[in-house]
């Protein structure tokens, strides 16, 4: 980032001009680095959308995507540009400001979320210090998008499944929010650059917070609606769920949105409780592989798992998925915030100095 600023401070120079004012240098540096940014991010969903398709299609011992470019690899785009040209259809009694509006909220949050998450050291759009608060409340504004969408298409099965999602993605933020405590603790920052280097010395630092992970990982598939917690698009129940009524751009948006929220929340995953861009020994040869591959490998195998979640995991019905996140999963993350504040008070100052000498801290 400083290198861009500089670049653009001395940019007119070379044309014979003074330098340029440093708030201009930094707008100019901040939205180009935000445009790459997001374009990859955009660019990449297209890949995890594939990925998807080929590992439930190999479970099902198919080929799945092989026709359009080479392996397939081109499938998704091909996909979304048959969305993009097709006409959108709007119910007659839908009211169409909000109906068309509710997609692009959801993706245009799905975006802002990945300001915050760092891709390795000094890799992150805006490295602020309440990263963790920041993404907290743009995950707590997406549930708007699902509402609106679902009230707005003058539908019942898309009003129920809103309604829904609604309370399935409100309860287990719940159970994420309390998990992310127990991180917070140990790391003492709500910067997840900070969060990550908590962890340069060693994982023994968040040993304790390993069941943590499972907890996230099953919180993560029903907040993303991931199978086995599909139930907003239960086809023998609700057709569709709450974007029953959409078609064509809005559609994408939707689905571009889901699959973006799944990305960044394996990321999160990685980056407090497994290191990040961190290699898993801090020794040659693996210190020589750029962090950025670390925390892409970590995010792929992340991913492999919830894919594979669907492949053997019935559905649940929705009181055992209350059930599960209201009696199972909040007491246990709310219980485990007591047990890492113990253990910050009481084992970390006898044992730390131990474990920081043996990982070579």
């Given at each position: 980032?400083?290198?861009?600023?500089?670049?653009?401070?001395?940019?007119?120079?070379?044309?014979?001009?003074?330098?340029?004012?440093?708030?201009?240098?930094?707008?100019?540096?901040?939205?180009?680095?935000?445009?790459?940014?997001q374009a990859?991010?955009?660019?990449?969903?297209?890949?995890?959308?594939?990925?998807?398709?080929?590992?439930?299609?190999?479970?099902?011992?198919?080929?799945?995507?092989?026709v359009v470019?080479?392996?397939?690899?081109?499938?998704?785009?091909?996909?979304?540009?048959?969305?993009?040209?097709?006409?959108?259809?709007?119910?007659?009694?839908?009211?169409?400001?909000?109906?068309?509006?509710?997609?692009?909220?959801?993706?245009?949050?799905?975006?802002?979320?990945?300001?915050?998450?760092?891709?390795?050291?000094?890799?992150?759009?805006?490295?602020?210090?309440?990263?963790?608060?920041?993404?907290?409340?743009?995950?707590?504004?997406?549930?708007?998008?699902?509402?609106?969408?679902?009230?707005?298409?003058?539908?019942?099965?898309?009003?129920?499944?809103?309604?829904?999602?609604?309370?399935?993605?409100?309860?287990?933020?719940?159970?994420?929010?309390?998990?992310?405590?127990?991180?917070?603790?140990?790391?003492?920052?709500?910067?997840?650059?900070?969060?990550?280097?908590?962890?340069?010395?060693?994982?023994?630092?968040?040993?304790?917070?390993?069941?943590?992970?499972?907890?996230?990982?099953?919180?993560?598939?029903?907040?993303?609606?991931?199978?086995?917690f599909d139930?907003?698009?239960?086809?023998?129940?609700?057709?569709?769920?709450?974007?029953?009524?959409?078609?064509?751009?809005?559609?994408?948006?939707?689905?571009?949105?889901?699959?973006?929220?799944?990305?960044?929340?394996?990321?999160?995953?990685?980056?407090?409780?497994?290191?990040?861009?961190?290699?898993?020994?801090?020794?040659?040869?693996?210190?020589?592989?750029?962090?950025?591959?670390?925390?892409?490998?970590?995010?792929?195998?992340?991913?492999?798992?919830?894919?594979?979640?669907?492949?053997?995991?019935?559905?649940?019905?929705?009181?055992?998925?209350?059930?599960?996140?209201?009696?199972?999963?909040?007491?246990?993350?709310?219980?485990?915030?007591?047990?890492?504040?113990?253990?910050?008070?009481?084992?970390?100052?006898?044992?730390?100095?131990?474990?920081?000498?043996?990982?070579?801290?």
């Amino acid at each position: 980032m400083n290198a861009l600023i500089q670049f653009f401070t001395n940019a007119p120079t070379y044309i014979g001009y003074g330098q340029m004012g440093y708030p201009w240098a930094w707008t100019i540096s901040q939205v180009l680095l935000i445009v790459i940014y997001q374009a990859v991010v955009m660019v990449s969903v297209a890949f995890w959308i594939l990925a998807d398709r080929k590992i439930w299609a190999a479970v099902q011992l198919r080929r799945g995507p092989n026709v359009v470019g080479i392996f397939g690899l081109l499938q998704t785009f091909a996909d979304a540009m048959k969305f993009m040209f097709k006409e959108p259809i709007i119910p007659a009694a839908a009211n169409k400001v909000i109906f068309l509006l509710a997609p692009i909220i959801g993706a245009t949050l799905a975006f802002a979320a990945w300001a915050v998450v760092p891709l390795d050291e000094g890799w992150v759009v805006a490295d602020i210090n309440v990263g963790v608060l920041y993404l907290f409340a743009i995950s707590s504004l997406g549930v708007y998008g699902v509402i609106m969408g679902g009230w707005a298409s003058n539908s019942k099965y898309g009003f129920l499944a809103a309604l829904r999602s609604a309370a399935q993605m409100v309860s287990y933020e719940v159970s994420i929010g309390f998990v992310i405590v127990t991180v917070l603790i140990f790391a003492g920052s709500l910067n997840l650059s900070d969060i990550v280097r908590a962890q340069a010395h060693g994982w023994y630092i968040f040993s304790p917070l390993f069941p943590m992970l499972i907890v996230m990982f099953i919180s993560s598939l029903a907040e993303t609606q991931r199978p086995p917690f599909d139930l907003l698009e239960a086809e023998s129940e609700l057709v569709a769920g709450f974007m029953v009524e959409y078609s064509s751009t809005p559609f994408l948006l939707y689905f571009l949105g889901e699959y973006m929220n799944i990305v960044l929340l394996c990321a999160l995953m990685s980056i407090m409780f497994l290191g990040g861009w961190l290699p898993p020994i801090a020794i040659a040869p693996f210190t020589w592989v750029p962090g950025v591959i670390w925390l892409l490998l970590k995010i792929i195998v992340l991913f492999f798992m919830v894919s594979m979640v669907k492949a053997f995991v019935p559905r649940y019905r929705y009181d055992q998925l209350m059930r599960l996140g209201w009696k199972l999963l909040l007491p246990v993350s709310m219980a485990w915030v007591i047990v890492a504040a113990g253990w910050v008070v009481f084992v970390r100052p006898v044992w730390g100095p131990f474990f920081s000498h043996l990982f070579g801290g």
